[in-house]
């Protein structure tokens, strides 16, 4: 079994992902989950809240797969590993808030900003309180993180903070990364993937 699954962030891009991808080895599956409605996937009917969001994305995991998140995407990635363990093998989230809260954190608000880009997309994306923190010491899969020390939106202490809720973790920091570093340092960040696929993964006999 070699399925990594893609999850985009706020923007909803798909594209975001595809300079990362093209850098993996071609012996892993890959699939990128678009959300109905956000950058270029049609809307659904059936996709009404956040919650409705949330569902679609853990129903699209039907095979044994390891999830790989950005930002906002992250808190989708951590909803299917506490729904559908026995699929999810293992994480890397990237500069995401994990599903807890930020208050306590020196984050940028990046809402308004937000709301002024994507003026067609629903305003239930952003108001969203969505929290699993009591949850995440459940999580019992090797988990990846890596952030970036010059990110306003996820600051590193978010990663840090993550590191020591989940069990399994190991954080991984890119020197000059921001909020976008998937994209921009996807050469370093592959390595980072790679290594966790090769190591963390092996003894599950699932690469």
């Known amino acids: 079994m070699n399925n990594l699954i893609f999850l985009p962030g706020a923007s909803g891009s798909t594209t975001f992902w595809h300079p990362l991808i093209e850098k993996l080895p071609q012996q892993y599956r890959t699939k990128i989950i678009g959300y109905p409605g956000f950058g270029d996937t049609p809307e659904s009917l059936e996709v009404k809240s956040f919650e409705d969001l949330t569902n679609y994305v853990v129903d699209q995991i039907n095979e044994e797969s390891i999830i790989i998140a950005q930002s906002m995407g992250g808190i989708f990635a951590v909803a299917a590993a506490l729904q559908k363990p026995h699929l999810v093998k293992g994480l890397v989230l990237i500069a995401t808030s994990g599903g807890i809260n930020l208050k306590r954190f020196n984050v940028q608000d990046w809402r308004e900003a937000y709301r002024q880009t994507f003026l067609k997309y629903p305003d239930w994306f952003v108001t969203t309180n969505a929290n699993y923190e009591e949850f995440l010491p459940d999580i019992n ?34 020197n000059g990364g921001d909020h976008q570093l998937a994209e921009k340092h996807a050469d370093e960040v592959v390595v980072q993937i790679e290594n966790y696929l090769k190591t963390s993964c092996k003894s599950l006999a699932i690469i």
């Open 141 to 174: 899969v090797e988990t990846l993180l890596i952030w970036g020390d010059n990110d306003s939106v996820s600051p590193v202490q978010v990663g840090q903070y993550l590191n020591q809720k989940f069990e399994k973790s190991t954080l991984y920091v890119v």
